[in-house]
């Protein structure tokens, strides 16, 4: 389904949201912001959805930053207006999601494209991608994310020389430095995707959400009390009472 900016398909429990602008490098304008907002909407509500990947349509970029032609003009208050609509609509929104987004990085991942990458939970990409954040080179800085959401993946020394210089560095180095977790030929990227979808689709769905929540309590105070509250929350569950009834039955679970 072609749904404005970005394509939506389905496939099985994998809803896969392809950012399509090409002619623009699938560059973020506001109403793709808007776009990828509705299609993580629905596919929270969806519970048929159990893993999101998101990647970008064609063959170059995965998306080449926030469209920088849309805020040309902008002041200081349109600025901030932008970075926090951006934050809520989708960075901040797909961070907390209590359903897992996988970014699939198929070429350049720049500016707010990489800082869309790094609010997803888990990143693999080809080994053509190209991955930086630009922004010093506009006069900016990354606003959607990128200077918090780095230091936490890479460290303050790495981020700060990726921020700083603003060079992009190859899929090998995003690698080695753990901004994406494997690489892949961009042919069997897609494939390489879905298959760890699919094995995390066949999991239960409340103990995900619990270790999402709780891996990103690890940046606060509460990690640990968030991780005991939430691993004792699910005692209470169905997919408990399933997961271990199947595992002392020798059998699959199947979590509803
Ligand atoms: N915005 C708008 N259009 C873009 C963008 C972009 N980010 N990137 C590429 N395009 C367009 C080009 O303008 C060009 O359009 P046209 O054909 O009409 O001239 C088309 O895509 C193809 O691009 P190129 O011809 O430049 O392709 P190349 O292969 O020569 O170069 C690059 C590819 C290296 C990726 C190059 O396009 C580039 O450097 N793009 C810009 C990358 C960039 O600086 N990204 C950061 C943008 S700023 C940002 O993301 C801030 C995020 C935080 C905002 C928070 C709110 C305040």
Redesign the pocket.
Known sequence: MIDSNVKINRESEILIIEINRP???N???SQTLLDINKAISEAEENADVKVIIITGSGD??FV????????AD?KAPQ??E??KR?HTLVFDKIENLKKPVIAAING?A????L?LALACHIRYASETS?LG???V??G?I???G?TQRLPKLVGKGLANEIILSAK?ISAQKAKEIGLVNEIFPLSELMNKTKELASIIAKNSPLAISKAIQSVNASDTKNGFETEIKSFAQLFELEDKKEGVAAFLEKRKPNFS
Request: aromatic residues 10%.
């Open positions: 002619k623009s490098l560059a973020l304008n170059k970029a080449a930053g926030a469209d920088i032609k849309e805020f902008y600025g901030e932008m970075a951006g350049f720049l500016g707010g494209g800082e190209k954040l630009p922004e080179t506009l900016l990354p606003g959607y990128g992009m």
